[in-house]
């Protein structure tokens, strides 16, 4: 039984109804979605007017669409960044000399865009950090840090860099660093100068953010030479 064409105004309609549906939904990113059959059968609508409104949330970059796939949440991944590729030819050197050349903008950035909840969401990080009962607690809140700092920058393009180079720092290690077991101790560095980067950020001063990040930074590679060479 084929479908009763589109009238004028069934696209508009479709829109709201796929928008309501993925709020109701909240989908992780890249989720897929239903097929199309299904999807437009939930909304009631006609599938023209279903990919018309993919089509405009495809534009606005709320969705990607693989053919054969399906059609997922999210924007689609760079394909012309083959992560494998990059990971099996830099070295934990390059990676952070690329750190310090991005994140203390980041972090002028995120001085001059960042809102009270996202420096909140900062303050809570730094709180994580400092009781991490374990070095992996400790990582992932320190990581968490940094992300949010690359958010509150603003900037859409420079995140993706972020978690380009975010996503090979994990894969390119010097080794071993640490054991498992223990936590950081009290006195260890980065707690004092990720605070330092936050309240610069609060305060929105911009050159100190920059200059902090900066420090903090160069502490981090100097550990990291220290851990190679006494691993040699």
Not at 40 to 47: F, I, K, P, S
Not at 88 to 95: I, L, Y
Not at 167 to 189: E, F, I, K, T
Request: aromatic share 4%.
């Amino acid at each position: 039984m084929s479908q009763a064409p589109d009238t004028p105004g069934d696209g508009d309609a479709a829109l709201v109804q796929l928008r309501a549906w993925l709020v109701r939904h909240d989908l992780p990113p890249n989720a897929r979605l239903p097929a199309e059959r299904e999807l437009a059968d939930a909304l009631g609508v006609t599938r023209g007017a279903l990919r018309k409104a993919l089509a405009t949330l495809e534009r606005e970059g709320q969705l990607w669409r693989h053919v054969g796939k399906g059609t997922f949440v999210g924007s689609r991944d760079l394909d012309v960044v083959n992560l494998g590729d990059i990971e099996r030819q830099t070295n934990p050197a390059e990676v952070m000399r690329t750190r310090l050349l991005i994140e203390p903008v980041l972090a002028r950035e995120a001085a001059l865009n960042a809102t009270s909840a996202d420096v909140e969401a900062m303050r809570r990080c730094l709180v994580r950090t400092r009781e991490a009962a374990t070095w992996r607690q400790y990582e992932a809140a320190d990581n968490a840090l940094h992300r949010l700092i690359a958010e509150a920058s603003g900037n859409r393009l420079l995140l993706g860099l972020f978690d380009v180079l975010n996503s090979v720092r994990r894969a390119v290690v010097w080794g071993r660093l640490r054991n498992d077991s223990g936590r950081p101790p009290a006195d260890h560095h980065s707690f004092a100068e990720h605070q330092a980067i936050v309240e610069a950020i609060a305060e929105r001063d911009l050159d100190a953010a920059g200059r902090r990040m900066q420090g903090h930074l160069r502490s981090v590679e100097s550990r990291l030479i220290e851990h190679r060479l006494a691993a040699e």
